[in-house]
């Protein structure tokens, strides 16, 4: 079956340490998407990638960094400069930019 | 003003119930229209994809847009426990490229 696969479904961090998401899709998809959902504010984008070695910041990119070596991958690092991390977060994908986003089960991130 | 306004609940429904989800939009340059469930814990899974404004029904699911108005609608027939989630809407539009920008999600109990 093809999907998304986010790992770990949870995470806890002590605050100052980086943290690394994992996403993986086996698609075939060229765009993949970090979002962020906190309750009541919806989903806010982060970083967004359309192909390989490229990759654009969203509404929300400081305190967060990436990487598409692969097609299939998209690791999300939530840095020490991230003032309020904890926070569920999901990875996206789409065949082309306007056809509608596939979601994993997403990571949930606390940081204490 | 936000892109999208979405009620953000909670819903409340007696099993059985027609439930009409709703969202609007300021944007004219929306172009396609989306409803997303998200179960507790779990990613956004995708439910009704439209283009045109109009009808588009999916077994006991019915997504209305209506262009003019920049409002659109999902309506559940006989809604069920298991309808018990989270919807969010979400559009597509051209603005300087291809964004998808998302409602708050509308929080929905299904009484059994």
């Known amino acids: 079956d093809g999907g998304i696969t986010q790992s770990p479904k949870y995470l806890f961090r002590k605050e100052g340490q980086n943290v690394t998401l994992s996403c993986e899709q086996n698609?075939?998809?060229?765009?993949m998407y970090w979002y962020r959902q906190d309750p009541g504010q919806g989903l806010r984008l982060i970083y967004y990638?359309?192909?390989?070695?490229?990759?654009q910041k969203g509404d929300i990119a400081e305190g967060y960094s990436v990487s598409r070596e692969k097609k299939e991958s998209f690791p999300l690092t939530v840095t020490s400069a991230q003032k309020n991390p904890t926070a569920f977060y999901l990875c996206?994908?789409?065949?082309?930019?306007?056809?509608?986003?596939?979601f994993g089960n997403g990571t949930r991130l606390t940081v204490t | 003003q936000k892109e999208v306004e979405q009620d953000p609940g909670p819903l409340s429904v007696p099993e059985g119930a027609i439930v009409s989800l709703n969202c609007t939009y300021s944007?004219?340059?929306?172009?396609?229209f989306m409803w997303y469930r998200q179960y507790s814990r779990k990613g956004p899974e995708l439910l009704m994809y439209?283009?045109?404004?109009g009808n588009k029904e999916d077994g006991r699911f019915t997504a209305q847009v209506d262009k003019s108005s920049k409002y659109i609608s999902l309506f559940i027939r006989d809604s069920q426990p298991s309808d018990s989630a989270t919807y969010l809407c979400?559009?597509?539009?051209?603005?300087?490229?291809?964004?998808?920008?998302f409602g708050a999600g509308t929080r929905l109990f299904v009484k059994a």
């Open positions: 996206a994908s789409t065949r082309t930019r306007n056809s509608p986003l596939h």
């Open positions: 698609l075939n998809h060229d765009a």
């Open positions: 990638s359309q192909i390989v070695n490229d990759f």
């Open positions: 944007n004219s340059a929306f172009q396609y």
């Open positions: 439209t283009y045109s404004s």
């Open positions: 979400a559009m597509i539009g051209y603005t300087g490229g291809f964004k998808t920008i």
